[in-house]
């Protein structure tokens, strides 16, 4: 008897933290809505929008955030060439072994390698950004209550000057979407900043759309699979049930005649 009770009691906790977890962000912090591509069970990310959100974050995030989770080969994922892999990670300088005297060393980065982190430490991050490390992205969209729907609106929710009244600190910014809207990050999109070069305008807008679809992908880079092995399933399942059908009128239609 204790059996039922203890997964009761397991599904109660985990209901009752989910909604906690919900709870905890204040009201004027629940971003908008918007649509994307790849919400709902039947969702898919958007190629193009994988590749512009991986540019944004390559020229502009990577400098500050690290992305540890990735490999520069799991970008076949968004559908980037062996070749251009191979050329991006031998872009980048990563440390190498210490050299017969013992002196740190640099090597070119093989598609292999996971992604450069900016700083050796979160520690020698935060001394150069003013205290606070930038968090690393690789599971950022993930961990945020409304995921994609928060990093759209944190990242076009900057305002300058800020509004009359808010808290004023030296060196922090503010921002709609963080508690207490001042934040260390300077706004990292401006218009054109970077040139798509599939012709796509880069606005504010469109950078922080692809940044967010990228984002999700890299904290669920398996989403487009899994769910055509799910649709796969479902059409399975429906022409077994099918089988089944016809084998059972076929059954019947023969006791019946007997
Ligand atoms: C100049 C360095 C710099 C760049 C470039 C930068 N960031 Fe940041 N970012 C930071 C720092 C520093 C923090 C921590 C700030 C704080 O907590 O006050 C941060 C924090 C964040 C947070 C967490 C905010 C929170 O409240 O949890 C997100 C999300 C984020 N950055 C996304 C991005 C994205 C996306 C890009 C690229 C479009 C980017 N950042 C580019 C320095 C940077």
């Not at 599904?11 to 709870?23: E, P």
Request: hydrophobic fraction near 40%; include cysteine.
């Amino acid at each position: 008897m204790a059996r039922p009770h203890s997964t009761l009691l397991v599904v109660a906790g985990l209901a009752a933290a989910s909604v906690s977890a919900q709870a905890a962000i204040p009201e004027s912090l629940v971003p908008p809505q918007q649509t994307w591509s790849f919400d709902g069970p039947l969702g898919r990310f958007d190629q193009g929008s994988l590749q512009r959100g991986f540019m944004v974050y390559d020229r502009i995030c990577s400098t500050c955030h690290g992305m540890k989770s990735l490999t520069y080969n799991d970008l076949r994922g968004i559908g980037m060439t062996q070749q251009a892999i191979t050329d991006l990670a031998h872009s980048k300088m990563i440390a190498g072994p210490p050299d017969v005297t013992g002196q740190p060393t640099m090597r070119p980065g093989l598609p292999d390698d996971h992604f450069r982190s900016p700083f050796p430490s979160d520690a020698a991050a935060a001394a150069v950004m003013g205290g606070v490390a930038p968090p690393d992205q690789s599971r950022l969209a993930a961990i945020q209550p409304h995921g994609a729907d928060w990093l759209y609106a944190f990242l076009t929710g900057y305002k300058m000057p800020p509004p009359a009244g808010a808290p004023m600190v030296p060196g922090k910014l503010y921002n709609d979407w963080v508690d207490g809207h001042l934040i260390g990050m300077p706004p990292p999109l401006m218009n054109g900043m970077i040139q798509y070069p599939d012709g796509t305008p880069a606005t504010v807008e469109q950078q922080a759309r692809d940044v967010t679809t990228f984002l999700v992908w890299a904290s669920d880079p398996h989403r487009n699979e899994r769910h055509r092995i799910g649709v796969s399933t479902v059409l399975y399942l429906l022409f077994l049930l099918g089988l089944a059908i016809a084998w059972k009128l076929k059954t019947w239609k023969r006791a019946k005649a007997q």
